[in-house]
């Protein structure tokens, strides 16, 4: 009696699985491109203090076939000469993390702060230079998505961040935002990015708190709005304690809901492996859990772009 129950009620999931997004057949095709393809992390973070040596970013980047990475702090010399035309640097991450810690979140709007000064006076020259090609991570608003500490929250269109939109705008550059979707962001940004249409704004983990709606509102509203995929699986909530599911894949899969918004803009969705907060060494799982739970889901040649492809037209990076 109770077997047969089981097999009714296991026969009974098998049949609505599928309706409710659970299990998805997937392209071959695409499970075995997603093992290989060549990878451009937006958000590969190599911190000035106790983060990782040049040799191990390379090392790291050679193994998961990670051919590009950077576009978020902290910008070294070292690593930009380690990588070359294959690393998409960027600042600004160092100076507002400076500035927050000595002086509190007030002070990340003061555009005659002391610790902005040096960066907004060389900006320019760097631009051109080269050395940088955009701004980032600059947190804005990280209130449930962040280590306690190092929370905050400040209105996304301020003087600071309005500088950082300036300068990009003048040559083309990227401002990589970690911020928390609400309606004063929805303002804030759709006023930034048509005030700077040249900026590309790329959304840290593709905005936590919003929903794939969310960002298809903002895509079909501005050209230069992009975000990257990083910590919205499992890893990240398991190495912050956090009891649950990634928010937009599993070890499930990828959710319907994001899977249509990834197919619907696939010019708009980048990857990156945020390694942040002492998790250096969780590289290769990030990447992997990226390859496996994520990337099979989409057809391949969505896998193509938002692996990579995306990532050389916007930084104009050497193939
Ligand atoms: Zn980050």
Known sequence: MATSLIKLIAFAMASIAPALGLT?????TSVELAKTVPIADIHMHTYQINGPGS???VERMTINNI???GGVGDLRADIADALRGRHIPAAGQREFAETFIRQGPNALVEIDNVYFRDLFRDARDMFAKGTIKGFGELHTNNEGSGPQPFRRKIKTDNPVIRKFYEIANE???FVQLHTQ????FTEDILRLSADFPNTLTILSHCLPHGQPEDLAFLFKQ???IMCEMSATGDLHNRLARVNRPGRAYS???LRPRWKALIEEFPDRIMLGSDTCCGWDRHYSEAIAEIRTNFLPYLKPATIEQIAYKNA???FKLDQ
Do not use: C, Y
């Open 24 to 28: 998805q057949a997937l392209d071959p």
């Open 55 to 57: 040799a191990e970013v």
């Open 67 to 69: 051919r590009w990475g």
């Open 171 to 173: 040559f083309g550059g």
């Open 181 to 184: 979707h609400n309606a004063e």
């Open 222 to 224: 501005r050209k230069n």
């Open 251 to 253: 070890v499930d899969g």
């Open 312 to 314: 050389l037209r916007v």
